[in-house]
């Protein structure tokens, strides 16, 4: 049990779930306290911004649909033609025409005006509609609406909401309604009343903003204790307006308990109105029941969602590492072969990938090491087939060159002397299997004084190799076999002198030894089989049976031992044309700086 709890797993899950519950309680306390702040402390304030914002939507609409008005009342050539007497009967037409266009214009100018109509003293009726355009009541001089506009000074009367329009009798659907009477400006003379009828969907939207619950109540009351509009009409015959509250001019707003109810009230400038909004306690302290039943119902489904979450993260975060885990044990028992695979969050994805790369390096690693210890082992083997007694050779050479050289036969006493040094050279590997380049190239020296005595002057050789090179460490016999083929198969054919040039660049972290010859060269297909046939492109799990089943030293076997001893990105690269001659490239790792060269080598 006490194992259970200190994994990783079990840990993170504890650890997510507790910050999570701990979390949804204090947001939890917080959100309820500052519900009941509002609403025992900020209901009111609440309620006065609303019914201020109402007051000031109502202000701008008014004062638009005053405009509407104002405008038409200004157009004198509207005034001009209103009064105008045609004895023509087609300028008549032409008249009410232009009249129809004017009242138009003014109707398109804001999109909630359902219909405009005007109505001369002479019993004219100009009228712009959605639809049955026209068709006035007949007995519209004993209504109400126009008795209160014929009674009017000029100013805007506002005369409400009305179930039907109150000048088209086959106008359907709730408008609500306002004018005033037409004045010819140059003589201050009324020549008839406008009429403009609207969506009341404005007035209801502004009217609805006042609402602080479900069950809230809004009304707009005019002159004479009128209900212009209300937001549930169904409630205005209970509605006791006389015992409402009303602004006075030093008070912009009234807000207060009235029967159970939190009042409320706002008038207007434009207009003699005042707004109500009334809302019921009980709905206030409802608010908070809703939000205790809320809280007590959310927070066990929070508490819940977040212990399955804390499992799924526990698990997500926790399963590479097992994964991982379990994998370390087979790497420990020797297991090189599996490898973990994830998907998880980027560090751990990284780690991951970091530990199998580490698995692939040394599993690739004791791979080298077991073909470079065969290798190596094979490369002894046939240097100890090929001595017949070198002690024996050795001194045999060297008598050979002490008697040439009191003979005066100096060439042939040089050929001898450096037969013996490559001899020696060659045949001891038990010293090392590697070397430096230094001792490379003197060995190469001394080839190069045999191949020309034995050429007699047809091949030229330059050997051009930076001093501070010549301490990095190779396999030995790596650059001979090299050129000894640049001579047996590009140069000695030739029918003119050949050249041979040896020399050292550095690419980046890498060293380049070229030796290049103007030989022969080969054609495609021949340079093809040779980059086919070089050790470093075959599989790894053969290179000890290759290495074994070879005999000498060649291409192959160079870059063979190049790859044992610094890995397979490093060896032999070839480059030859025919006619031309051949390149052959040898990379070798550089040291790192401040590192000496003889550390830079890999040994397996």
Known sequence: MTRGFRSIHSRLFLLFLGGMIGILILVSILHYT???DIVHSKVSELAEKNIRQTSGLFNLLLEGYDSVTKSLNSNYELIRLLQEKASNPAVEVQNERSITNIIGAAYFSRKEIVGIHIITHQGKVYSYEKQFGGVVDVNYKQADWYQA??????????????????????QNGTVFVFG?????????KSIGIMVIETDPAPIQKALSNVSLSPRS??????????????????DTMQLDVDALPKPTSSQEVVVEDHRDQLI?????????????GMTPVSDISAELKQTRQELFTVVPLLI????????LV???????????IRQMKQVEQGNFNGRVQVNSFEEVNQLVSSFNRMVERMDELIERIKASSVSEKNAQLQALQSQINPHFLYNTLDMIYWMLDEKGNERLSRVILALSHMFRYSSDWEAASQTTLRQELEQIQHYLTIIENRLAGRVQAIIEVEEHWLDIRLPKMTIQPLIENAVKYGLEPLHRPGHLHVYAKERGNQLH????????????????????????????AVWAHRAAARKGIGLRNVDQRLAFMFGTQYGLHLDSKQGEGTTVTIVLPLPLKGEEPDESSDCG
């Open 217 to 234: 109540r809004a009304y707009i009351i005019g002159q004479a204790q009128r209900v212009i509009a209300a937001t549930h009409p169904e």
């Open 513 to 540: 030894i070229i030796i290049q010859d103007d030989g022969l060269g080969m054609d495609e297909s021949t340079l093809q089989a040779a980059r086919d046939g070089l050790f470093q492109h075959e599989g790894s």
């Open 180 to 188: 005033r009477q037409l004045f010819d400006l140059t003589n201050h």
């Open 149 to 170: 506009l014929q009674s009017s000074s000029g100013n805007m009367v506002w005369l409400g909401l009305y179930d039907r329009s109150p000048v088209n009798t086959m």
């Open 304 to 311: 819940l969602l977040s212990a399955m979450l804390a499992s």
């Open 314 to 324: 526990s698990r997500t975060f926790a399963s590479p590492f097992k994964l991982l």
């Open 264 to 276: 409320v009230a706002s008038g207007t400038s434009m207009a003699d109105w005042t707004i109500y």
């Open 34 to 36: 500052r519900t009941l």
